[in-house]
């Protein structure tokens, strides 16, 4: 089953809006990553934040984790056109031997200009 | 720097028919590699990932294979398609531990009629 599911699973907002989405998890986690996918491309590393960090910014992007929660949030600030694509969130998992991230099912946003 | 590529960008198979998906890495060594599947607005779901040559992992019972005859070379196969293997087939690598950064080949779209 999917580790990480992103709330909500679509999202429309104006050019210059904030754009806030979601992530919950289940199992502790070694880190969690946010991605970017265009429709019909591969996916794009944005950020990875490790589970001793709460807050990480990249440019216009900001990631908060709560492993009290297991969530985590990605926050676009000033959002423009060629921000629409689908985020994913992807966990690290500490406790089993599997090598590989595990991914949500995606937040699609779309910018409006 | 490194690159991935994967091919056939598109393909259109019968039912029955078999698959040949494959994907090379450049400018690295030992990578990990990846194959994920993704269905029509969907996350991604792991099929398999290998760790060295000759070493696959497989995550779900299904009608694939993957093999790793070389380092940086990963071919997902199937002897006859489903139906349902419809979807985008991503292939990944990352260096080193599975918990780091992915990074996604532009991905393989098939269509099983």
């Given at each position: 089953s999917?580790?990480?599911?992103?709330?909500p699973?679509?999202?429309?907002?104006?050019?210059?809006?904030?754009?806030?989405?979601?992530?919950?998890?289940?199992?502790s986690?070694?880190?969690?990553?946010w991605?970017?996918?265009?429709?019909?491309?591969?996916?794009?590393?944005?950020?990875?934040?490790?589970s001793?960090?709460?807050?990480k910014h990249?440019?216009?992007?900001?990631?908060?984790l709560?492993?009290?929660?297991?969530?985590s949030?990605?926050?676009?600030t000033?959002?423009?056109?060629?921000?629409?694509?689908?985020?994913?969130?992807?966990?690290?998992?500490m406790?089993?031997?599997?090598?590989?991230l595990t991914?949500?099912?995606g937040?699609r946003?779309?910018?409006?200009p | 720097?490194?690159?991935?590529?994967?091919?056939?960008?598109?393909?259109?198979?019968?039912?029955?028919s078999?698959?040949?998906l494959?994907?090379t890495?450049?400018?690295?060594?030992?990578?990990?590699?990846?194959?994920?599947?993704?269905?029509?607005?969907?996350?991604?779901?792991?099929?398999?990932?290998s760790?060295?040559?000759?070493?696959?992992?497989s995550?779900?019972?299904?009608?694939?294979s993957?093999?790793?005859?070389?380092?940086r070379?990963f071919?997902?196969?199937?002897?006859?398609?489903?139906?349902?293997d419809?979807?985008?087939y991503l292939?990944?690598w990352?260096v080193?531990?599975a918990?780091?950064?992915?990074?996604?080949?532009?991905?393989?779209?098939?269509?099983?009629?």
């Amino acid at each position: 089953s999917q580790q990480g599911e992103e709330d909500p699973q679509a999202l429309s907002i104006q050019e210059g809006e904030n754009a806030t989405m979601n992530c919950s998890y289940k199992t502790s986690i070694n880190n969690l990553q946010w991605y970017r996918q265009n429709s019909g491309r591969g996916l794009v590393h944005l950020i990875l934040i490790r589970s001793n960090e709460r807050e990480k910014h990249s440019g216009r992007l900001r990631v908060t984790l709560d492993t009290s929660k297991k969530s985590s949030s990605l926050l676009i600030t000033a959002s423009r056109a060629a921000d629409t694509a689908s985020y994913f969130c992807a966990t690290a998992h500490m406790d089993t031997g599997r090598r590989a991230l595990t991914f949500g099912s995606g937040t699609r946003l779309q910018v409006q200009p | 720097s490194q690159t991935i590529h994967q091919w056939p960008a598109t393909l259109v198979q019968p039912v029955g028919s078999p698959l040949s998906l494959e994907c090379t890495v450049e400018g690295t060594s030992n990578p990990n590699l990846y194959w994920y599947r993704q269905a029509a607005g969907r996350g991604l779901q792991l099929l398999f990932y290998s760790v060295g040559i000759g070493q696959i992992s497989s995550e779900v019972p299904q009608n694939l294979s993957a093999s790793r005859p070389q380092d940086r070379q990963f071919i997902l196969s199937s002897k006859k398609l489903l139906l349902s293997d419809s979807g985008f087939y991503l292939c990944a690598w990352s260096v080193g531990t599975a918990t780091g950064e992915l990074f996604f080949g532009e991905g393989s779209r098939l269509t099983v009629l």
